[in-house]
Nanobody
Framework: VQLVESGGGSVQSGGSLRLSCAAS????????MAWFRQAPGKEREGVAH???????TYATSVKGRFTISQNNAKNILYLQMNSLKPEDTAMYYC??????????????????????WGQGTQVTVSS
């Protein structure tokens, strides 16, 4: 599967952005999907993921502010980001890994468990 992110940009603290990840090349609904981010000098960290049964999970730092969702008909994964903070500044990446049913265990926030990655989209939040 090929992943292409979009929607990044520069906003002020408290602002909002919606990231999109367009998937192509395979059956989108059969993948575990996640958003990661990487700030300069820091390791790539998980932000949100969707399990095989469609349930979302969020990192503590973004819970209540970010929402992950997917449009299976259009093969697009979204990340709605509200109440953005300067510490949210990072390159945001979409990741995917094959899923084999509603009870399949997705990699969650285990980076090495994902076999497909997008090129990233930059989010910059100023104070």
């Amino acid at each position: 599967v090929q992943l292409v992110e979009s929607g990044g940009g520069s906003v002020q603290s408290g602002g909002s952005l919606r990231l999109s990840c367009a998937a192509s090349g395979d059956t989108y609904s059969s993948y575990c999907m996640a958003w990661f981010r990487q700030a300069p000098g820091k390791e790539r960290e998980g932000v949100a993921h969707i399990a095989s049964d469609g349930s979302p999970t969020y990192a503590t730092s973004v819970k209540g502010r970010f929402t992950i969702s997917q449009n299976n008909a259009k093969n697009i994964l979204y990340l709605q980001m509200n109440s953005l903070k300067p510490e949210d500044t990072a390159m945001y990446y979409c990741a995917a890994d094959p899923s084999y049913g509603a009870n399949w265990s997705c990699p969650q926030f285990w980076r090495d468990g994902y076999t497909a990655w997008g090129q990233g989209t930059q989010v910059t939040v100023s104070s």
